[in-house]
């Protein structure tokens, strides 16, 4: 007997799977809110050089004139002032018989010695505005350090990518619930702690650790709601889970929108872990699991809870522990899970290279247009909602799809789509603003449906006993993306369509990567690697290629 047998027969799809879905809803809202508060947290308002000094009869718009020099778009500088060699006379610019070279000498152009004014219209505090409490306490994120500013979400997807590793083997190793909560705890302390930040390096680590406990979020959930659900109900559920993501994001742009202060901001998107955290009394472990480390008295109860919440009659025979033994006995993990494990194999290591360079690309480019709402002629906020209410349309269209066209044709359209709307992008003129905001959001959109799909797919193509390992070895390269996409950002210095060129060109190559993925559409989820595998190792790239549901034909 199979566990998919026994999932038959306690119900693969019912209030139990409902009641688990909805608890584990939380840590899918909390994630974009961690993930795009960059967007928000290290905002750069309108800035200038501290000026001290003005007189009473100069109005601030002249001050400025008379001490900024001009961008060469015509905008007056935000990282440089003139240094005049003499003193500017407290009388009005201009003045009859008086030159402005004559009044002030002629001037030079220095950065700002004694900081930057920011406008706080919009922002009453962002990291980016954050004063330094001394000199080694260094914040001003503008101007030359410009790039520290940018780094902060490169290292916290960093962390991301290390959480990966370590969620993904410890959960196969401990238990999907057991580092569900330690990622909840981690994730609490660690935000609590950021927000409590006095210097940029304290800042820094500890939003660094914080992406590491969210990745179990990342890595943990979708698997665990998974392993619940029986073949026609994997998408459905797969779907409906994911637009709580979509609510995350939704969610983000009304939190900033009301909250200006970056540290309150940050202490909105962190204590949600606390109810998250006593909603775990009621989250299953996964029967699956529990049966291939052998802990057959475990799974029994979790399967009669389950049987019981659907309704379910069930025969002491069939359910027995006598008979769970049974299946226990053939998927018991007599070795524990290694990431070498995923390349030993032919097909196994087939597969996980390809997912690699998928998550990659789903990764980079996704968050390359998520995090870049400048210059789409609205504000931050209606941007923020506006890329959050395309996802939903997004995750119709993958249900639709994945039913229908299967896993592996999604996932490369969806990345392909992706793809051509960022090189239509180049091709529109900067005075074209809504034809350009209108394919920004085409895009996200493309790049959402990608992301939902290879959540759903990379979970179907790794067996039970290495789900977790996979997960998290292509989520580690997915973060790798993650982190580099505000980066390739600072490319428009080199040449200014470079970094959509850039995410264009690495979602096109995760397309056709997809491509030489098996599909999984209709197939029981593999127990062991001889499930993937087959009965013998494939001899052949056509081998390793076809489909995955002749495995258990």
Request: proline fraction near 5%.
């Amino acid at each position: 007997m199979r566990f998919e047998e026994l999932l038959d027969q306690v119900g693969g799809f019912g209030p139990f799977q409902l009641r688990n879905v909805a608890l584990l809803a939380l840590p899918r809202i909390l994630l974009p809110m961690n993930f795009l508060l960059p967007i928000f947290l290290a905002a750069v308002p309108a800035h200038h050089c501290v000026l001290p000094g003005a007189p009473a009869n100069f109005s601030q718009d002249m001050w400025l004139e008379a001490h900024l020099p001009r961008e060469s778009d015509g905008t007056l500088s935000s990282c440089f002032h003139f240094a005049y060699t003499q003193a500017l006379p407290n009388t009005t610019l201009g003045g009859e018989g008086q030159s402005r070279g004559e009044l002030q000498g002629e001037p030079s152009t220095v950065p700002c010695p004694q900081g930057w004014e920011y406008d706080h219209s919009e922002f009453s505090s962002t990291i980016a505005t954050e004063a330094p409490r001394c000199l080694s306490l260094q914040w001003d994120l503008v101007c030359e350090q410009k790039g520290l500013n940018r780094a902060t979400s490169t290292f916290f997807f960093v962390g991301v990518l290390v959480g990966a590793v370590a969620f993904g083997y410890l959960s196969d190793r401990f238990g999907r619930r057991r580092l569900l909560l330690v990622a909840y705890v981690s994730a609490l302390g660690m935000g609590l702690a950021t927000a409590a930040s006095v210097s940029y390096i304290m800042f820094v680590i500890t939003r660094t650790l914080t992406g590491t406990a969210l990745a179990g979020f990342t890595i943990i959930v979708m698997p665990l709601e998974l392993e619940w659900l029986d073949v026609g109900h994997r998408t459905v559920a797969g779907v409906l889970s994911s637009t709580f993501w979509t609510g995350g994001v939704m969610l983000l742009a009304l939190v900033g929108y009301l909250i200006r202060d970056w540290r309150w901001l940050l202490l909105a998107v962190t204590l949600p872990c606390v109810p998250g955290i006593i909603s775990l009394w009621w989250v299953p472990e996964s029967a699956r699991w529990l049966l291939t480390q052998g802990r057959v008295e475990e799974a029994h109860r979790y399967l009669l809870c389950c049987a019981r919440l659907n309704g379910r009659p069930v025969g002491e025979d069939s359910l027995s522990l006598e008979a769970l033994r049974k299946v226990a006995a053939a998927e018991r993990v007599v070795r524990r899970p290694s990431y070498l494990d995923l390349l030993r194999t032919p097909r196994l290591r087939h597969i996980s290279l390809c997912c690699m360079m998928v998550w990659f690309g789903v990764n980079f480019s996704y968050y390359g247009l998520s995090l870049d709402i400048s210059g789409l002629g609205l504000n931050m906020y209606q941007t923020q909602l506006l890329f959050g209410a395309v996802e939903l349309p997004a995750k119709l269209l993958v249900y639709l799809s994945v039913r229908h066209a299967g896993r592996r044709l999604t996932q490369a359209g969806m990345l392909l789509g992706a793809a051509l709307t960022l090189g239509f992008r180049l091709l529109v003129p900067t005075e074209k603003v809504y034809w350009s905001t209108a394919l920004a959001v085409t895009g996200k959109g493309f790049s959402e449906a990608a992301f939902t799909t290879v959540y759903l797919f990379t979970s179907e193509l790794y067996p039970t006993v290495l789900r977790q390992t996979g997960m998290g070895l292509t989520a580690l390269v997915g973060r790798l993306g993650g982190s580099l996409a505000p980066l390739a950002a600072l490319l428009d210095g080199v040449w200014l369509s470079l970094p959509k060129l850039t995410y264009g060109g690495i979602a096109l190559l995760a397309a056709c990567t997809a491509l030489l993925l098996p599909e999984t559409r209709k197939a029981q989820l593999p127990e062991t690697i001889q499930d993937v595998e087959g009965k013998s190792a494939p001899s052949s790239l056509q081998e390793e290629q076809m489909p995955m549901k002749q495995v258990h034909d």
